[in-house]
């Protein structure tokens, strides 16, 4: 069973610049998260899908970051413009349903500095 | 405000010893406690799981306490061995406001030969 896939692994940028980043899900997951997690810290969830629809983007800082989930499958999660403290690396993870967080399986993540 | 913390950011044990790893949280919703085991440069794999409504949970060489009153959780690895040699999560998770899965900052574990 493949699992989740990001791209890409590493992404310098200077700061006000914008970048993206992607995740495919492991096949029939319907949930759909993305964290980000700072040097030191633990994972913070940003935003959480259900399908293609927003379950929790509460902590997802809205004037800079935005994420989407076409047709429930693959997500894209940009910021734009970034800042030097958005520096971090952003995890994507998937699960069959909103309550499996034991099945919550991530992706290797994609490290961001902003320079 | 840190609800999951884990105070110890390193631990080193020796090979055949057992290692401890503490976890304390301060929000009274959480009813579900989970650990986390991430290796460099990958994402983090979930190792083993505590509900409320039990005091220990064990698989394998994997223990993991909970006690409530005290809102603290440990997990105890034994024997240990190189390969367990990674950063430790603690999670958790519960009902309402603490739906959110809320993971605490890590412990970075070394096994020595």
């Known amino acids: 069973e493949a699992g989740v896939a990001q791209s890409p692994r590493y992404k310098i940028i200077e700061k006000r610049q914008s970048v993206a980043f992607w995740c495919n899900p492991i096949?029939?997951?319907?949930?759909l998260y993305w964290y980000q997690q700072i040097l030191g810290q633990g994972p913070k969830l940003l935003i959480q899908?259900?399908?293609?629809?927003?379950?929790?983007d509460s902590q997802l800082p809205k004037d800079r970051f935005s994420a989407e989930r076409l047709k429930g499958v693959d997500s894209t999660l940009k910021i734009q413009p970034a800042k030097l403290e958005d520096s971090a690396v952003y995890l994507c993870?998937?699960?069959?349903?909103?309550?499996?967080?034991?099945?919550?399986?991530f992706g290797s993540g994609t490290q961001l500095s902003v320079l | 405000d840190q609800q999951v913390k884990q105070n110890s950011p390193s631990l080193s044990v020796q090979e055949g010893r057992i290692s401890i790893l503490n976890c304390d949280y301060t929000?009274?919703?959480?009813?579900?406690f989970l650990w986390y085991k991430k290796y460099p440069a990958e994402g983090p794999t979930f190792l083993i799981s505590?509900?409320?409504?039990?005091d220990k949970n064990e698989d394998g060489r994997f223990t993991v306490f909970l006690n409530k009153s005290a809102k603290h959780l440990s997990l105890h690895i034994v024997p240990s061995q190189p390969g367990d040699s990674a950063v430790y999560f603690c999670?958790?998770?519960?009902?309402?406001?603490?739906?959110?899965?809320?993971f605490g900052t890590g412990t970075r574990l070394q096994v020595t030969l």
């Open positions: 993870a998937s699960s069959l349903g909103d309550r499996d967080r034991e099945k919550l399986f």
């Open positions: 096949s029939g997951h319907a949930t």
């Open positions: 899908f259900q399908n293609n629809g927003v379950v929790d």
């Open positions: 929000n009274s919703m959480f009813d579900y």
């Open positions: 505590i509900s409320s409504i039990k």
């Open positions: 999670a958790a998770f519960g009902t309402g406001t603490a739906s959110k899965l809320t």
